[in-house]
C-alpha cells in the first residue's frame, strides 16, 4: 500500500497551493477507504487537518484550517487532493495523507491503517 503526496513548496502569506495523494495498493475496492491529511511543524504536535470519507460524501476539518482548506477526491484517479487558501505562516509543516477503511479524524498515526511519505509546506511572510 503507497500513498504518495506531492504539491508542496513555497509560497507567501495569502496564497494558495493544491496538494494531491496518489493511492495505490490497496487490496480491497480502492473507493472503500477514507483519506486524511495530517500535518507536523518543526517541534510541534502532530495536528489533525482534514479527512473524507469513501463516496466524497462526507468531510471534516481540523478547526485551524476550517473555511480556507478543501479536501476532496477523485475515485477514477485514486487521488485525494487539498487545496489550500489564505496561507499563514502557522501553515508551514510536513502534510501527510493517511487512510483507514473508517472514517477518522484523529492526530495518531496509530488510527490509521496507513501513511504515507510527506510533503513540506513552507509558508513565507
Known amino acids: 500500500v503507497q500513498l504518495q503526496a506531492s504539491g508542496g513548496g513555497l509560497v507567501q502569506v495569502g496564497g494558495s497551493l493544491r496538494l494531491s495523494c496518489k493511492v495505490s495498493?490497496?487490496?480491497?475496492?480502492?473507493?472503500?477507504?477514507?483519506i486524511g491529511w495530517l500535518r507536523q511543524a518543526p517541534g510541534k504536535e502532530r495536528e489533525y487537518v482534514a479527512s473524507?470519507?469513501?463516496?466524497?460524501?462526507?468531510?471534516y476539518y481540523g478547526d485551524s484550517v476550517k473555511g480556507r482548506f478543501t479536501i476532496s477526491r477523485d475515485n477514477a484517479k485514486n487521488t485525494v487532493y487539498l487545496q489550500m487558501n489564505s496561507l499563514k505562516p502557522e501553515d508551514t509543516a510536513v502534510y501527510y495523507c493517511?487512510?483507514?477503511?473508517?472514517?477518522?479524524?484523529?492526530?495518531?498515526?496509530?488510527?490509521?491503517?496507513?501513511w504515507g511519505q510527506g510533503t513540506l509546506v513552507t509558508v513565507s511572510s
Open positions: 473524507i470519507s469513501s463516496s466524497g460524501g462526507r468531510t
Open positions: 495498493g490497496f487490496t480491497w475496492d480502492p473507493d472503500d477507504y477514507a
Open positions: 493517511v487512510a483507514d477503511h473508517y472514517f477518522r479524524t484523529d492526530s495518531r498515526w496509530s488510527r490509521w491503517d496507513y
